[in-house]
């Protein structure tokens, strides 16, 4: 039976001709491309027509007559970061507030988007004549560049949204959900879904900060933009609010058990991993390395961004260490020649193809900074994980990865030769860290139908159902009083509080009464 609702399903997503979707993708982060180029690819393999506006660009690819791609210049957020809060490299973020963060990625985001809106292939779409019947989709990302979704509103199209990053608190009041703060930690935060009374009120602290911030200062930045860029054609802008009014469906990158349950709009679709494709062959000489390793290997990646060539002399230098005293093989991604003194079982590779490498049955251990691709990548391939995160949304992924006792969490800044060597024990030695590993790896893989089919099922859904309107909440409408019930709760205070200060008055006054007419009596008799 399930397997024909699949088939069902899978017939479905093939319907009718391919559709014409516009993706503008403006976010400098490469990482978050790992997600939106699997969809691009797997859309341009189903058929559809995509014209695909990113930094990065598909064309080596050969992706064939249905792609046509818009590469932006490359917008250095490094370096504007770097500038902005006087940092030598990414890894110096570990000592920047949560909210510092969050500032940093709606700056980026401001800058991205005005760097991408201002490119001349970007301005003849916005100036194209006759745009009505030119496209049938608009998908951009749900990532600071809401600038981009002005082009939906120029085409008439229906819009989705991808996350390359979990359930972001703020998503809630977009798509009309409502987020219990005592139990759904923020991003920035770092903590799990079991929080004390303090962690209750910093969750709340940073959740309200964020949406005022986003309220008073970020989204008067975008629409200024907008203005910008859309102000002498049209003879009214919308706001970046009222477009997000018409986002149909979001596509999150998460999935259980690396994510918390929470209530979730209809909109707001759970599509994690899809960026995990089936093993590659390895490059010769890594599959010998990792093929010879008697007793397992370790990989240590910190990903994209951050670089294990900008640790300090002295990290670097105790890592090697520790290395050099185990058994295991390790393969260090590591972005520089200039290493020495490098033991005979470690491997240093500039760049390792890292879900084929976790995929290696020898893979033991995985040591890794806690971004959200790894980690998933990590379960998909039930490798445990010593997790050392530095910003953003890192330090809750390795949480939620130690709450469900697959991970052990470290703090770079005070990382230590012992710290790490008791770590790394414990999980090579410890069965119950590979036992949960197992168990979280297929709760990860069990779905109704597969990460990547369930993202094409939506995208076509919407664009079959002229943007799907019927699974749009009420709540995206109310204004923000009256989606947090402040309005009525204004009533019920009024109702419960006049009374009892008009009784309060009335016990007043006639007290006084009677204190003034004893005083009388007292008058009178003197």
């Keep these: 039976m399930i397997l024909i609702i699949k088939l069902l399903l899978l017939s479905f997503m093939g319907i009718g001709d391919g559709a014409r979707i516009l993706a503008p993708f403006f976010s400098p982060t490469p990482s978050h491309y790992m997600m939106t180029n699997a969809i691009i690819r797997e859309l341009v393999k189903r058929g559809h027509e995509v014209t695909f506006i990113t930094p990065f660009s598909l064309a080596k690819e050969n992706l064939g007559p249905n792609y046509r791609e818009i590469l ?48 001349p292939e970007v301005q003849d779409l916005i100036y194209a004549k006759d745009k009505i019947g030119k496209f ?21 199209v229906p819009v989705i949204t991808v996350a390359a990053f979990a359930y972001a608190n ?27 009374l303090w962690e209750r009120l910093e969750n709340v602290v940073f959740s309200t900060a964020e949406d005022v911030l986003r309220e008073v200062s970020y989204y008067l ?47 707001m679709i759970s599509v994690g991993g899809l960026h995990i494709q089936p093993p590659k062959a390895l490059p010769a000489n890594i599959k010998k390395f990792l093929d010879d390793a008697e007793f397992g290997a370790i990989y240590f ?25 185990l058994k295991q093989r390790v393969l260090w991604k590591f972005e520089s020649d200039q290493l020495s003194n490098i ?4 491997r240093i590779e500039k760049w ?32 445990p994980v010593i997790g050392m995160p530095f910003f953003f949304d890192q330090a809750l992924n390795i949480k939620a990865g130690e709450a469900a006792g697959f991970a052990i969490g470290l703090d770079y800044r005070t990382i230590s030769e012992d710290k790490l060597k008791s770590a790394l024990n414990e999980l090579l030695t410890n069965r119950k860290f590979k036992t949960n590993m197992d168990k979280a790896s297929r709760i990860f893989r069990d779905r109704p139908l597969g990460a990547m089919d369930t993202a094409i099922y939506w995208i076509n859904y919407v664009i079959e159902h002229r943007g799907a309107p019927h699974m749009v909440a009420a709540g995206v409408h109310l204004r923000w009083y009256q989606f947090y019930l402040l309005d009525v ?25 009677r204190c003034k007419k004893s005083f009388d009596k007292k008058t009178k008799s003197e």
Excluded: C
């Design 343 to 346: 033991p005979d079982n470690v």
């Design 221 to 267: 930045a975008q629409d200024a933009i907008i203005e910008k860029y859309f102000g002498k054609l049209l003879p009214e802008v919308p706001t970046v609010k009222q477009l997000e009014r018409n986002i149909s469906v979001l596509l999150i990158n998460s999935y259980m058990p690396l994510t918390y349950p929470r209530p979730m709009a209809l909109s």
């Design 352 to 383: 390792l193809p890292q879900s084929d490498i976790l995929a290696h049955p020898n893979v033991r251990v995985f040591i890794a900074h806690g971004g959200l691709f790894g980690l998933q990548e990590a379960v998909y391939h039930a490798v």
């Design 136 to 156: 049938d989709l608009l998908l951009a990302a749900q990532f600071y560049n809401e600038g981009a979704l002005m082009l939906g509103h120029l085409y008439q």
């Design 170 to 196: 703020y998503f809630s009041k977009i798509f009309g959900s409502i987020n219990p703060l005592s139990y759904v930690p923020n991003t920035v935060t770092g903590r799990t879904d079991r929080m004390t």
């Design 301 to 325: 990646s910190l990903g994209s961004q951050l670089r294990s060539a900008d640790m300090l002399p002295e990290k670097i230098k105790m890592f090697l260490g520790v290395f050099g005293s």
């Design 72 to 119: 932006l210049h490359h917008y250095d957020s490094w370096e504007d970061v770097s500038a902005k809060m006087n940092t030598k490299s990414a890894l110096d973020m570990i000592d920047l507030s949560g909210m510092t963060h969050m500032r940093l990625a709606q700056h980026i985001g401001i800058q991205s988007t005005d760097f991408a809106l201002a490119h």
């Design 489 to 513: 709760s204004l009533i019920i205070l009024i109702v419960t509080v006049l009374p009892l200060l008009t009784l309060y008055a009335i016990y007043k006054r006639l007290k006084s009464l």
